[in-house]
């Protein structure tokens, strides 16, 4: 079966992240066949080429330009005419708004991979709205009871995405190593994140606990993620001033776009992303489960999903007072932090194994491709 996955590609978060792992980790007993559509070249289309999948480029699209939305439709209907395809998947409203109705035309079935929430009235939304997919994927049940919003006919099928685990054990001199690199000491306790710089992945709320803590000694934050748009710059400026005046500045560590997340996961010790608005899903907090780390994060969206009392704590949204006391306790737990990081890999692959998970992707995709009737089917919770 061969597959097309459409997306814009100039950006670098959870999304593309899945799209890397879809071409790295193809199950050998599947006989898939993985094609990616991108308008945009960046980390994405490097990532995919190194990985050997076929990328085709359709052109730089900027909406408020119609000729490039022109130009792009009419590049991918050379690439479906030109190449045949079983299924074609776009991912996310902006690429099922500005291609779904190219494939439709082309009489090749059509999926919509739903990422993220609805958001109403949105015209972007209102233009996908156009084109009725065959079935809807959603990354989440929190994310599956936004789409009737979207496509109230379309069934859909919630598939968790495939996370794979660390490639390689790093050893305790590696540790060590990059903790020096990074002016922290061996036995300081390192609180990570892991995630775009947008407002409601909750940095600044972790940056307030944190201060409510400055007077207890032994630990570092390490803030992980690079500034990708205009807005994000603007936002991480803001965040080293707040550090400043928090009084926290040489406490936080603000280390950019990183290509070494797996090592930096496995040199830290508490993984923390209070979220102010809800995660569709959360693949940062699977790899950190993946990587041995009890995971904090506010009881919002998908992170319901994800992590229970065995592995990590769940804490109420926007809640300063109680997040400082969970990283408190945590911090000087030692013990507490080593049971919960031991069981972050079992829940992460009960969730997420690539292997399991690309057997349900493919039997699904099959499925739509000889165009039979899907039953909807929401999972019931997985709890450890």
Sequence with gaps: MRLLHI?????????????????RHRHPGLALETHFALC????????????GVPVNLLGQVRISRPLTVVRARRALRELLHRVSFDVVICHSAWSQALFGSAVSSAQIPLVFWLHSGTKGPYWLERLARRTIPLLVLCNSRFTAAAMPDLYPRVRREVIYCPVAPPKLAVAKSEREALRAELRTPPNTVVVIQVSRMESWKG??????????????PGWVCWQV????????????TALKETAVRLGIADRVHFLGQRSDVEELLAAADIHCQPNTGPEPFGIAFIEALYAGLPVVTTALGGAGEIVTETCGRLVPPRDVKALASTLQHLIEDKMLREKLGAAGPARARELC?????MDRLGNLLACAAQRPSIRVSVPQEVTG
């Design 203 to 216: 940095q600044t709320l972790h940056l307030e606990a944190l201060s409510r803590l400055k007077d207890l």
């Design 353 to 357: 194994d690539p292997a399991s998970q």
């Design 225 to 236: 993620g690079g500034a990708q748009r205009p807005s994000e710059i603007d936002y991480l």
């Design 40 to 51: 945009f070249q960046g980390r994405l289309s490097a990532e995919l080429m190194n990985a």
């Design 7 to 23: 997306h814009s590609g100039n950006m670098y978060g959870g999304v593309e992240t899945l799209l890397a792992t879809l071409a």
